[in-house]
């Protein structure tokens, strides 16, 4: 979430009770809560941890072109991901605790070993590889996994663990998260001119 939200609402910039405090109002875990329960009020309790379409976190700004975790019910939104998202992973880390590494909230130098969770933009990887007959979601999968496997493969993988960001931006960053591949610099307009499509991508460091 973008730093706006935790000043308009008062938790605690801290990783752990902010997914509580996500998964109180946002009950997207339980049995067959859908996002568009809590938003119409019949579940959770989701108007009072909301906020506005416009807000950006420093990531987003940076990738160019991304879309609010506030801009619901438009083309190629991330609103509702988001939030369905955010209690199943409160879920991965009760049922984990130290196994897994959330990056950056958990630090931004992952343990060797650990499994890690990190948000990832395929669309600033998948002009890279072919297509062939994949549908739009199943080429993201492949492009997450086969970028981030020739990464580890060819330890390139290390320097994207560390954008390019000030003392205070990646304090920043620290709170609101960051997108794995995206430089701390602003990119060209070109990059922000391209669709963007958030995942979740998991790996492994040996």
Request: hydrophobic share 40%.
């Amino acid at each position: 979430m973008p730093l706006r939200y935790f000043e308009m609402h008062g938790p605690l910039p801290d990783w752990p009770r902010f997914l509580d405090e996500v998964q109180r109002h946002w009950l997207t875990d339980d049995d067959h809560v859908h996002v568009g329960f809590v938003r119409d009020g019949s579940e959770g309790n989701g108007a009072k941890r909301t906020g506005n379409a416009r807000w950006r976190r420093l990531t987003e700004e940076r990738a160019g072109g991304a879309k609010s975790v506030f801009h619901f019910d438009v083309q190629g939104q991330v609103a509702k991901s988001t939030h369905a998202g955010i209690p199943w992973l409160r879920f991965i880390r009760q049922r984990l605790g130290p196994r897994v590494h959330f990056w950056p909230f958990d630090g931004w130098d992952i343990p060797a070993g650990r499994s890690a969770i990190a948000e990832v933009y395929p669309a600033l990887w998948s002009h890279s590889f072919a297509r062939e007959d994949r549908t739009g979601d199943q080429h993201d999968a492949f492009t997450i996994a086969a970028w981030l496997s020739h990464a580890d493969g060819d330890s390139t993988l290390a320097p994207f663990l560390k954008p390019e960001l000030s003392p205070p931006e990646r304090t920043v960053a620290h709170v609101e998260g960051w997108i794995l591949w995206v430089s701390g610099l602003i990119r060209s307009k070109k990059a922000q001119d391209d669709p963007v499509v958030f995942k979740a991508a998991s790996f492994r460091l040996h």
